[in-house]
């Protein structure tokens, strides 16, 4: 069974850049399309990119177009994701999490992910 551990999150100041990493362990990412979500109290958890196993088919939310890169690295087992120009509406916890289905039709669904890490907190201040 894959186990996730994000990390990199921490305070940082409005336009910014930060990366977030995802370790997997237990099963070889190879196999696994991934995301990225994050969610703020009160509010449901939020697509921010995926990327199929493959290395590409990536997506990302118009909220963060042109702002973060998702990648992955297979024979580290690990999972990046790259954040400039940051904004104090960027501030979340920041999720990785398995994706499970058919990738292409439902990359941005949160019901769609059955593993997920426990989180790593961004906050952007202005």
């Known amino acids: 069974q894959v186990q996730l551990v994000e990390s990199g999150g921490r305070l940082v100041q409005t336009g910014d850049s930060l990366r977030l990493s995802c370790a997997a362990s237990?099963?070889?990412?190879?196999?696994?399309?991934m995301a990225w979500f994050r969610q703020v109290p009160g509010k449901r958890r939020e697509f921010v990119a995926s990327?199929?196993?493959?290395?590409?088919?990536?997506h990302y939310a118009d909220s963060v177009k042109g702002r973060f890169t998702i990648s992955r690295d297979n024979a580290k087992n690990t999972m990046s994701l790259q954040m400039s120009s940051l904004k104090p509406e960027d501030t979340a916890m920041y999720y990785c999490?398995?994706?499970?289905?058919?990738?292409?039709?439902?990359?941005?669904?949160?019901?769609?992910?059955?593993?997920w890490g426990q989180g790593t907190q961004v906050t952007v201040s202005s």
């Open positions: 999490a398995v994706h499970s289905g058919t990738y292409s039709v439902s990359y941005s669904f949160s019901g769609s992910y059955n593993t």
């Open positions: 990327i199929h196993l493959s290395g590409g088919n990536i």
């Open positions: 237990g099963v070889p990412l190879y196999n696994l399309n």
